[in-house]
């Protein structure tokens, strides 16, 4: 009889399933919780448009993972090279200014692709082509495409969403 009682409470609990729908052609990322939006934000996926091809700089499509979350309670404009913090680095959201590097800013959110031969596998690896949702320098070009690859977000919208996630949690990238 106690074991069907916690069958039934386990039954009725709501689950809160976290995932990720990103759309491309909206420049937006929506955060599910539960099959409901409760979260949405501007991004920027890559100025090359989207594919998986090794060194294309373009942002894959499909179904992925969160593999891992780099930069817990690092400073807002924390630069990573190599996934490890060096330094503040300046942060324009209304300055139209031009950084030469891909800087990655504040938080790593590192995906892994769930497709094979699509975005996981030999020649096509989000993991290893380090595709990342990750904090730009360049707010200001938020909600077009600039990116070299990766899912670009606003530092304080990075450092947000990176709170709410735990890890493994579904990724799917739609070019509508």
Known sequence: MKNKFFLIILIMMPL????IQISIS??????????????????SSSKYGEGSKVNSFKTPLGKHEIKKLIGENEQIGMRFIGRVPTEI???YDSEKIYVSDDVVQSRIIWLA???????????????????????????WLLGKK??????????????ELFGFLKGGETVHINKY
């Open 26 to 43: 909206k420049q937006e990322l929506y955060l599910f919780e539960s099959g409901q939006i409760t979260k949405t934000y501007k991004i």
């Open 146 to 159: 600039a990116s070299k690859g990766c899912i670009r977000m606003a530092n304080s919208d990075v450092i």
């Open 89 to 91: 680095y300046p942060i």
């Open 113 to 139: 692709g769930m497709e094979e031969g699509t975005n996981k596998g030999l020649g096509v690896d989000s993991f290893e082509r380090y595709i990342y949702i990750h904090g730009t320098p360049e707010e």
């Open 16 to 19: 809160s399933s976290k995932e």
